[in-house]
Each structure stands twice: as C-alpha cells, then as structure tokens.
C-alpha cells in the first residue's frame, strides 16, 4: 500500500497490482477497494492501480465532510495521476465511480488516455432508470431458489419503502454461490458519511457533463451485465451514445460484478479494448 496527499491535505492510500502498462481503476461505493480485488486477472496484463477513495480503506477521513460530493473527488484522481507522474493514463471506473470518471474525462480530457466503464452509475449524465426497467431484468431471474425473497424485497426498494438491502443482494451477481455472498459481505460501504456526501447537492450537472463528453476523443468503452439491475443494458446503452463512437459490451450471465462471473470473459473484453 503506497499513499499520496490530496490538494486538501487528506492522505489517501493505492493499491497496485501487477506489471505493464498503468491502468487507473476507481472503485464504485464509496467502498473499501478491496472489492475489485485484481477485476478477474486483469493485473495480469495491466498494472492496476486502485485507489481508496478518501474515509475508505486506508485512506483518511477527511476534516471537510463535504469533500466526500462527486464531483470534489474527481480532483483526487488528478492529484494521484500527478502523484505518478501520467500524462493521459487509461481510466477504469465501477459502479458509482463511473461519475466520477466521467466527470474526471469532461474536465480533463487531455488526460485520459481510453476510457472503460463498468456497470455504470448514470448519476453523473442525468439518465434515469425505472423501476419497471429494474422489474423486468429481475423477472429474468424467476427460477433461481432466492428469487421469492429477493423480489419481495426489490418492490418494497422500488416503491420507496425501504427495504431488505441484503435480500436483494442476488440480483447483483450472475451466480449466487458461496464466492458471492462472501464478495456481497465485504463489498458493503462502512463509512456512511461517504456514502450519503457523494450524492450531495451540487455533486452532478448532466448538462455541462453531456456537453463535454459529447467531444470526447478519447476511445470509450461501457460493460453492462446482462442481469445487472444497479446498471440495466438499455440504461447504460443510452449512456454510451452520449460518447462519440463508444463501444458497448453486454456480458452474458453477468451481474453488477462481471469481473466474478465470467472473468476470462470480462478480462479478454477489457483487455481488448485497451489495446
């Protein structure tokens, strides 16, 4: 574990895993990084590195609550890419992180190099997701044992009930075995205040963002699992026509973790891309 200084002051801390050529990968959550663990052995044929973002992992918890907002972080990941000395390293994100990417990609676009985003978040371009768009991706799922309950528990979410959290967790992976419920227990975001500061007001504008990335002349790459619910194909297909000329890859049988169903799949698509 290597740290760096964020232009606050906080001291947050990287990961690196494997040798090559630098790929910058941006955990989703906010959540401790581990969770992305090598993306499948990816590091073996990128040398990753992972962040914690700032009160996850071993990163510090900042003194200004309000540097957890979206878009104060994307000066995080200009301030590690100076650290390394990058002039346009490739950008991974997942999840939730992917609006931070985005927004990392619109104001700086001269350095990024290729740009990939995994069952993306939308947040940041103002695409919403329905519930009946959620409803129909998890009918998909009608003959696994867990679905009885895991469904009782997505209409109470969707109907803003509240809800059963951990209930719907199977949704998020292709194959509810025992390596993803123990991946669902350690995925789990721990600092709250991150969580709930990320989304604060102000932390997107869709519309300055869709301008900016409607220029982009980076090469873009957006993954959907085929389940995936966080990150429905149709959302993230829409997402990938705000890019000039960006690909999009739909994994077959996976969840919101593609790397963990199919991962010589994920990492041939992956890798394809970034050469």
Known sequence: MTAFRAPDGTRLAYRVHGDGDPLLCVPGGPADSRYLGELGGLSGHRRLIVPDLRGTGRSAVPEDASSY??????????ALREHLGLPR?????????????????????????RLALLTPSTRAVGIEITGEERRELAALRKGEPWYPAASTALEAITRGEGGDWEAVAPFFYGRWDDAAREHSAASRPENPEAVAGFGAEGAFDPDV???AIAGSGSPVLLLAGEFDLNSPPRSVARFAALFPGAALVVQPGAGHYPWLDDAERFTAAVEAFLT
């Open 69 to 78: 907002r979206c878009d104060r972080l994307v000066d995080d990941i200009e």
């Open 89 to 113: 390293p490739d950008l991974l994100a997942h999840s939730a992180a992917t609006n931070i990417a985005t927004q990392y990609a619109a104001r700086f676009p001269q350095h990024v190099g």
């Open 209 to 211: 963002t869709r301008a």
